[in-house]
């Protein structure tokens, strides 16, 4: 199973910016996926995530700005970024919890994607 994150870039404040993650693999679910994102010096915390049935999580840093979505085919997921602050600037990371057609799971992160806002 690979999770492959992209989008990431430079922005100025107050610019926006969508990440995207596919999954790929032998799988069964993904439920829930998400966004998680670690800056210099601190440790990685949620972003956003987002269940099957679609329930949505936030970080409170993020809500109003932020959004995240599954695409159609379910192993997709994004992040409209809008309003970008400069302490947003971070390594995103694309996650899922993966359920094999054996029952089993496992967690799954992707290469992180690097946001800086700046101007």
């Known amino acids: 199973v690979q999770l492959q994150a992209s989008g990431g870039g430079l922005v100025q404040p107050g610019g926006s910016l969508r990440l995207s993650c596919a999954a790929s693999g032998t799988i069964f679910s993904l439920n829930p996926m998400g966004w998680y994102r670690q800056a210099p010096g601190n440790q990685r915390e949620l972003v956003a995530t987002?269940?099957?049935?679609?329930?949505?999580n936030y970080a409170d840093s993020v809500k109003g700005r932020f959004t995240i979505s599954r695409g159609n085919a379910k192993n997709t997921v994004y992040l409209q970024m809008n309003s970008l602050k400069p302490e947003d600037t971070a390594a995103y990371y694309c996650y899922a919890k993966v359920t094999y057609y054996s029952g089993s799971s496992s967690n799954y992160w992707g290469q992180g994607t690097h946001v800086t806002v700046s101007s």
């Open positions: 987002i269940t099957s049935g679609g329930t949505l």
